[in-house]
């Protein structure tokens, strides 16, 4: 039921003004992930399909049609609100921004391309061995990547 000081049920002020079930407004815009480094990527679907990617999905692991730097996008999601989504016609072409994942990093599912520890500590040679066996996972299991340099070594499955 609307308040009489405020009919709409929506305050910018005192919380004692605002009847049950009315909304309070922050005073400044509330922002996410804003300290987080954005890697951004440009993906391409080559499918004859739509394909809708959610804002925790690990998107080094999305569908094999999307074509992109996944070595880029590995341990990474998109930077975008929880609970959303976005949306790759065929033949589109879209630049998205992606973020690391928060939390102890250990993702599992997925196209099980990782299941395991996805943080950048880095080797001596630059890069990871379990990130390096998921790119040639990948390359096995038919995912398109935009980038030329991937593994030629063969890699035991998990």
Do not use: C
Not at 22 to 41: H, L, M, Q, W
């Amino acid at each position: 039921m609307p308040h009489a000081k405020n009919p709409g049920g929506v305050s910018k002020g005192n919380e004692a003004d605002v009847p049950l079930g009315g909304t309070i407004y922050a005073s400044t815009p509330i922002t996410f992930n804003e300290d987080r480094p954005v890697t951004k990527v440009k993906v391409r679907n080559t499918g004859d399909r739509p394909i809708q990617i959610g804002s925790h999905f690990h998107f080094f692991e999305v569908n094999r049609a999307l074509e992109f730097d996944r070595a880029a996008a590995f341990g990474k999601r998109l930077n975008i609100t929880a609970t959303t989504a976005i949306r790759f016609e065929p033949g589109d072409e879209i630049e998205v921004p992606l973020i690391p994942y928060g939390g102890k990093q250990t993702l599992y599912g997925f196209n099980n391309l990782v299941d395991g520890w996805v943080p950048d500590k880095l080797t001596s040679n630059h890069e990871r061995p379990e990130k390096l066996q998921a790119i040639q996972r990948a390359v096995d299991r038919g995912f398109k990547f935009s980038e030329p340099a991937k593994p030629s070594k063969p890699v035991n499955d998990k």
